[in-house]
């Protein structure tokens, strides 16, 4: 952990309540998100036992699954949650705005504008905590390679219509949640942990309830004891208070809660089945009774996710938050008309090209994340400066240069009082940047004086002429701050296309049919 | 009351954190320690919840049905190829005795047996015997596969899923750590017995995909063995602590709380939140740590980084300038203090910048 954010966790434990780690937000928030709170049965794989989804605190959709392992049942409350999910991604989908992008000719091979459209704005989802995105990841990949009745007349268990195009939806937002600064897919435990320090660890972070009750902790106690009742508080009948955030559920709540109530449900049917009147009435409460257990263990995770939102969306936005955000836009304009082309669903696995890009898309992101996160928070910008990447200072003196050509262009020497250290060594020649109105100027590290200032030497940004334009060189007495990291981070080297693949990698991927072959589907799986 | 055996989980558990006296001591001990926990106020919040036990068994129930043809088909398919099939009529040798004793004897006899008649042999829940920290611990796996060169095979059997041939990295984690104490325990009974070996390459079942079909991969344990084997021979020896200890100690669950809080307190806990993962008194060395002031309650790695700042205070009366002048930490605590101290004053009044363009499509 960096040095600055522990002395914020220890700040945090001596006042009793969370510490700033950010005073922007760093991610962007939709006006209206949907948040989805998934509940899985335990010891099942992609086995949802209820979710609660929704763009409305006040009016979340509640979908329960009384027998999780019927496979009825589970194709039911798939296919409503597909409806109400891929009707808030669809939503987005047709205002769009005029874009350029680059493209590669393919008989020339160069560089060239194409207009085309980007989505005015994209979905956002919301989870509470990074285990519900691994498992939104999960139940991509259990529904995106079922096949409808339509498409496969001879399934003995067809998927309903749109279950498998939530499942792409679904792989693409865990896709693309891994990608550093990205905001389609985010949890609240990561959205509090950016931008607050709890006087717990990172792993006790990990608890939505613990989390809020260190930055916003109800009644007068302190975070600690707040968080503490979160974690282990239970009632008179051994339950949790503060229900886990989910997927899973409490164990104590499985064995003593919602067992005996599945089995009165499974009971209930089979009385139905077997009796012989058709009476339901009997199997209609049961299902009453699984339902009021799951939505109880739901809507406290419900609330606390919208709390942790609102915490969150009371912050001031980056100002390059949105930047990312367009990048998400992209994203999803490009899913959506991948999509609408009729392509096959993502692979089981990526190709070496396609894997090689995104760990490449991965680390420019990451360059860019940390970049930019720094330039819109002084917070974030004081982590730089202590580790050395970036100083900040006063203008004690401008001396007017200029290149010895037949155009002089001005080349200003810059003397910077600091008390940073910045970790740049003499005759290095090293390259440092400021943001000038959102764009950045370099400049050439020249030498340390002897009082330890720093003399650099500015490139560029001040315009075409002999003189600098106002504005553009910093006079005595400006404090400025400059980092020894570029502000925009550059991609890697063009990787060939997928049928160029070196034999290294793998060579060209095979043929492509048996790679979306659906899961075998066995009787035995009871479900 | 009855003396609680060590089991491979509390094993692997223990190697994950040598330090700990105080797990040492009460797991040697065969001390119920969620029983005092509870007694301490700081019940543990561990648990099985049924429907995963009920899903475990049955999974495991049909990897070893129909006379483990299936099991030893994937032991045949991933690890040794090379060997004759196995048979329709494996052997199965009945492992049933009397108490732990009984059946690690009956399990060390089969495993003779089976590496003489150079067989495909599958032993359904040996029990083996290993000595940690100078008390016995009897350790219960899957299942142990002898191959027909004489080798002896861990098998794993999870119930969570292996999607696209991948599973979940903490979890395979846990269950190489799990079975790497397994290939120790056997490796003692098969240094008696001339031609057998222990495959340092165990085999993890679980579920294919969404489905309840078994599928396996081969993990390598030489890791896992080398640090479990390591920590298992750092542990403090049981009677070395016990003999630090006042005469009289008693962690009865039926004393006050505080009368065990006392005795808890007689022997040394390393707390550190991993434990709250893996220690049912968890709970009750966090609030002690807690309590007093130190800053591995943040975490190993913000300990690690404070230096010899070992307590809160030390570290925030650093932070103000306050700490010994020699020590780079409590100085670069100081400018660390200072600079965040600037940001946030800065962040109060700060100017809005310009919004930069919107950026071309990535692709």
Known sequence: MPLLSTLARLEAVRAGRAQPLATVRHRHLSENPLVFVPLTTAGEAGAPLGAMVGTDPNEPRVFVIPQPRDRDLRWAFLADLAVHVLAHIDAYADAVEPAERSETDPETGKRVKVETELCVDAPQLIVPSRAGIEYVRLLGRSMRFRRTAEEDPDNPYPAPSRVPLLGRWFTHLGERARVPGSSMLLSATDLLARHWATGQSNLEDQHLGALLAWIAPSGGGSGAEAALRAELGRDEHGQLLCPPAGPATDPAFDNKLLAPAIARYDAARAALAAGPGDDDREVRTAERAVRRLVVDQMSSTWWATWEAIDLVRALPPGERAEERWTRDRWSYTGHRDRVRAGEPPQPRRDDAVTAAQKLATRETEQVRLDAQEALDDPLVMAGRRLAGEAFAGEVTEVVMEWTESKRPSPRPLVTVSTEDRPQLADGSGAKVYRSLDGRPQSAQFVRFEEDGQVVLRLLDKMGRGRDPEPGSVPEKGDRVCWTLFEHDARGGPKLPDPEQTPWTHGGPPGSGAAVHLPDAVTDEDIL | ?363
């Open chain 2, 1 to 363: 009351m009855q003396p609680r055996p060590l089991d491979a989980r509390a094993l692997a558990a223990l190697a994950a954190n040598p330090g700990c006296g105080r797990r040492a001591l009460l797991d040697g001990a065969g001390v119920d320690k969620n029983a005092l926990a509870t007694a301490l106020g700081s019940p543990a919040a561990f648990g099985q919840s049924q429907f995963a036990i009920v899903r475990g068994n049955s999974f495991e129930a049909k990897v070893k049905g129909d006379g483990g043809a299936e099991l030893l088909r994937l032991v045949h398919g991933h690890l040794d190829p090379a060997a004759e099939p196995p048979g329709a009529g494996a052997r199965v040798p009945d492992l049933t005795a009397a108490g732990p004793e009984g059946r690690a004897a009956r399990t060390a006899l089969a495993l003779r047996e089976a590496t003489a008649t150079r067989d495909w042999t599958l032993l359904d829940h040996p029990m083996l015997a290993l000595e940690v920290a100078g008390s016995p611990a009897y350790l219960e796996p899957d299942a142990v596969v002898v191959h027909p060169d004489g080798r002896w095979t861990v098998v794993e059997i999870k119930s969570f899923p292996m999607i696209d041939a991948a599973a979940d990295a903490a979890k395979v984690g846990a269950a190489a750590r799990q079975a790497a104490v397994y290939v120790l325990a056997l490796e003692r009974t098969a240094e008696k017995l001339a031609g057998a070996e222990v495959g340092h390459t165990v085999l993890l079942v679980c579920p294919k995909d969404f489905s309840n079909l078994p599928t396996a991969a081969p993990v390598d344990v030489r890791r896992e063995r080398a640090v479990t084997r390591r920590q298992l021979e750092r542990l403090t020896r049981v009677e070395e602590l016990a003999a630090a200890l006042p005469e009289g100690l008693t962690f009865d669950p039926e004393r006050t709380a505080e009368e065990l809080a006392e005795a808890v307190s007689a022997v040394d806990a390393a707390y550190a939140p991993e434990c709250l993962a893996a220690c049912e008194l968890a709970f009750h060395c966090r609030e002690r740590a807690r309590a007093a002031d130190e800053v591995t309650a943040l975490g190993r790695s913000v300990r690690g980084e404070l230096g010899a700042l070992t307590t809160v205070e030390a570290a925030l009366a650093a932070a103000s300038g306050a700490g010994c002048a020699e020590d780079p930490t409590a100085a670069a605590l100081h400018r660390a203090a200072r600079l965040r101290a600037e940001a946030l004053e800065l962040a109060a009044a700060r100017p809005r910048r310009h919004v930069p363009e919107s950026p071309e499509c990535p692709c």
